[in-house]
């Protein structure tokens, strides 16, 4: 069975490519059984223009996937459930968490608008913490529950503390914060002849918890990543050891990075694997069986 997955969403274009851009992502995931999105992107205008160039979804996707709540990755869901409403939406329990950036002594939302009442009234929720089958042979990783290496993190993310969360929009003073735990964070895992596709969105629980979550659920080798690794904020001595993890426990998965990955860990990685390194800008299309 042919499987594709496009690039539809990504902070980088290739030059004179007539896509446009933004800092967020989106993949379109096609196969014999039909199509579905993962994620949406920041903005309404991004994703239609770039969707208009590729044509097919949303309008004949079969589901919305969401791999974490951040707008970046969701800011465009309005406008795809305005197109298909009812759509199933396969996310994590833990997505409607309030979620802040403190950036300049403030902290701005940066989690859903919608309470998980009110997006139930314009979707059909699947909200699991197990792997979910999307369609068939083309699996959500869950949640990840197992965390011994380095995650994705930022210092600026935020999530408020206590059983009496304020509205995003509603902050009291002296609110308590603590860091954001990512628990909604969750990648796509595809079924593939020569072994598994691994997407992510931000990949915030980490790339190497990911890839070893999917190892131990699948049984099987992940030949392939693809998405945003967040490593822009990995120091040296982090990026080495993903390095040697990724040569000496998974033989080395092709990449095709994008996103949150960052330069410097794309140049490390180009550097220690050559080409099987590769970028995955808007309009980026691969084809696995």
């Excluded at 003073?173 to 796509?188: A, I, T, V």
Aim: net charge negative; proline share 7%; hydrophobic share 35%.
């Amino acid at each position: 069975m042919t499987k594709k997955i496009t690039c539809v969403v990504d902070n980088a274009v290739r030059h004179g490519s007539p896509f446009w851009g933004e800092h967020g992502l989106s993949f379109r995931v096609e196969t014999d059984d039909g199509c579905f999105l993962f994620d949406t992107g920041r903005s309404e205008s991004v994703l239609w223009h770039n969707l208009g160039l590729l044509g097919g979804c949303p309008r004949q996707a079969k589901a919305l996937v969401l791999s974490h709540a951040h707008t970046d990755h969701t800011g465009a869901l309005i406008a795809v459930l305005s197109q298909k409403p009812g759509l199933p939406i396969y996310a994590s329990p833990d997505l409607f968490r309030p979620r802040f950036a403190h950036k300049e002594d403030k902290y701005k939302p940066i989690g859903l608008p919608l309470t998980q009442e009110e997006l139930g009234h314009l979707a059909d929720l699947r909200l699991n913490d197990a792997p979910a089958e999307v369609l068939p042979g083309v699996w959500t990783s869950g949640e990840i529950t197992e965390r011994t290496e380095p995650e994705g993190r930022s210092d600026r993310h935020f999530v408020p503390t206590g059983e009496n969360t304020p509205s995003p929009q509603d902050v009291p003073p002296g609110y308590e914060w603590q860091s954001d735990p990512y628990r909604d964070d969750m990648s796509l895992v595809m079924e593939t002849e020569e072994g598994l596709v691994l997407i992510c969105g931000c990949c915030h629980a980490g790339l190497l918890n990911t890839l070893a979550q999917v190892r131990r659920t699948f049984q099987r080798r992940t030949v392939a990543v693809l998405g945003g690794t967040h490593l822009v904020e990995a120091d040296e001595a982090h990026l080495q050891h993903v390095i040697r993890t990724l040569r000496d426990t998974y033989g080395t998965p092709n990449l095709y990075l994008n996103h949150c990955t960052g330069q410097r860990a794309y140049v490390a990685l180009v550097n220690a694997f050559g080409d099987r390194v590769q970028p995955c800008p808007v309009g980026t299309t691969l084809i696995f069986d």
